[in-house]
């Protein structure tokens, strides 16, 4: 097995590994997302200790499977630990007798902390003894922690006030697969899709890489579509409330977010996503957006408007739109059920909406096309709030080189073609963005399409087009 993509990440682990001193590296995302395997294939399981916590469980369970990883990584027939601070007392006896050769790491590997602190376990405060008594006092000590409850890690280790504050070392914030990656682990498995196939799994999946790793080699899209998602026996059948259950901690809350951002595709502000929900103001509603942000699923950027902390959200999870829109109370059992669906309108509709996704979480690729990889920039989108007014723009990129990109997102068979009534349409949306933004940037259309553009009599209105090999 080899680690496909994630370069990135596997220079900060490279860099911490070599760096001769003490190193605490947390790595966070959400569930499936590959967390596990990155930090077991590159170090190859090259571990002094490693834990998994348990779901669930309380105190006593996890201490007993700290337990058991004590007897397998020290096989000194110990008895399970009374408390944390006993247990991290004897994995610094074991780590003491350890013998570690110049430039090698004692390297021990927690993962799913947040589920080793159970509810009055006293964990965190035997950890912060642990690595500020031990930990931090040794260069050749690497502590790396995982886990896929993204508010616990921003709530009890980033922004730790007590013996914790500061210590982490690095931080990985793992998220999905982008379209490279998401190719070039099809390539790995032999499975030959081709790019607008691996657009359309993504479009349904999202790259998180143990929903592709589901896929059969020698079958479409569309048949593992239905074979993994449709009938009594699909295996992501039950993966929605699984999913958020394992995450989130009144998981019921976090899912009418993600529902009420579902209904409105274009996104919502925060007072939408409150008169939607009924979440308070003050019912802990921007730590859960938060969570969800961090975790990837929803994606949160300005509104062009210019109102201070004034944010439009959009869900940004594939396979939860997915769900929401095709799965639930879908009692369908005929194994064709996607594949008939592809040749309707409402797929069209369908794959238009979640092109536009596609193009958002992908936005550097498209300021790499445009040339504008080092110029600043703001991401956002724009409604016009004239009266009885819907104009909307789903992706401005403002410059700060004198130009405001206006990206119209397209999903087609061929190259796009603009007739009199799209470029008015165009003409007219620029005009009352300028009307109500008065800058005085130069604004130019930009065009995300498939297939690029057909040239035509009303091309000209586009500045520039990116194509779907650009998102690459």
């Given at each position: 097995m080899r680690i496909i993509g994630r370069e990135r990440e596997k220079e900060i682990l490279e860099d911490a590994m070599y760096s001769g001193r003490p190193e605490f590296v947390a790595v966070y995302g959400r569930r499936r997302v590959g967390k596990t395997y990155l930090i077991r294939e590159f170090f190859r399981d090259d571990f002094v200790f490693q834990l998994t916590g348990v779901s669930g469980r309380g105190t006593k369970t996890q201490l007993d499977y700290f337990c058991r990883a004590m007897n397998k990584y020290g096989k000194i027939g110990q008895a399970p630990a009374a408390s944390w601070a006993d247990a991290f007392e004897s994995l610094s006896i074991l780590l003491e007798r350890t013998p570690v050769r110049k430039g090698e790491r004692r390297i021990v590997f927690l993962d799913e902390l947040s589920w080793l602190d159970s509810p009055r376990s006293e964990f965190l405060p035997a950890l912060e003894h642990f690595w500020n008594a031990w930990g931090a006092a040794h260069p050749d000590f690497m502590l790396i922690v995982c886990g896929s409850a993204a508010s616990w890690f921003l709530k009890k280790l980033f922004r730790n006030r007590g013996g914790l504050h500061n210590r982490v070392t690095r931080r990985i914030r793992l998220l999905p697969f982008n379209l490279t990656e998401s190719e070039a682990f099809f390539q790995d498995r032999g499975i030959g899709f081709d790019r607008k196939q691996v657009a359309e799994a993504y479009m349904v999946f999202g790259g998180i890489p143990f929903y592709l790793n589901l896929f059969f080699q020698g079958r479409s899209v569309a048949q593992n579509v239905d074979m993994l998602c449709f009938g009594e026996n699909a295996p992501l059948n039950d993966e929605f409330g699984e999913l958020y259950h394992s995450l989130f901690r009144n998981s019921g809350?976090?899912?009418?977010?993600?529902?009420?951002?579902?209904?409105?595709?274009?996104?919502?502000?925060r007072d939408e996503i409150i008169d939607k929900t009924g979440i308070s103001s003050g019912g802990g509603l921007t730590d859960m957006l938060e969570a969800l942000e961090q975790s990837g699923f929803i994606y949160r950027h300005d509104d062009f408007s210019g109102e201070k902390d004034r944010y439009n959200y959009r869900l940004v999870d594939f396979f939860s739109s997915f769900y929401l829109q095709h799965m639930r109370g879908n009692k369908r059992t005929d194994s064709g059920h996607w594949a008939n669906f592809r040749g309707s309108g409402a797929y069209n509709n369908w794959i238009g909406y979640r092109f536009e996704v596609l193009c958002l979480l992908h936005v550097n690729a498209i300021k790499n096309k445009l040339g504008i990889p080092g110029v600043s920039s703001k991401i956002s989108s724009w409604r016009d709030n004239a009266k009885g007014s819907s104009l909307q723009i789903d992706l401005v990129i403002d410059r700060n080189d004198g130009v405001i990109d206006l990206c119209e997102m397209k999903y087609s068979s061929g190259p796009f073609a603009i007739d009199k009534t799209y470029a008015e349409k165009l003409t007219s949306r620029r005009d009352a963005?300028?009307?109500?933004?008065?800058?005085?940037?130069?604004?130019?259309?930009?065009?995300v399409a498939t297939d690029g553009l057909a040239r035509g009599k009303y091309s000209h209105i586009i500045d520039f087009t990116v194509t779907l090999d650009d998102l690459y």
């Open positions: 809350k976090y899912i009418a977010i993600i529902q009420a951002l579902h209904a409105k595709q274009k996104g919502m502000t963005f300028l009307r109500a933004v008065k800058t005085k940037k130069t604004i130019h259309h930009v065009l």
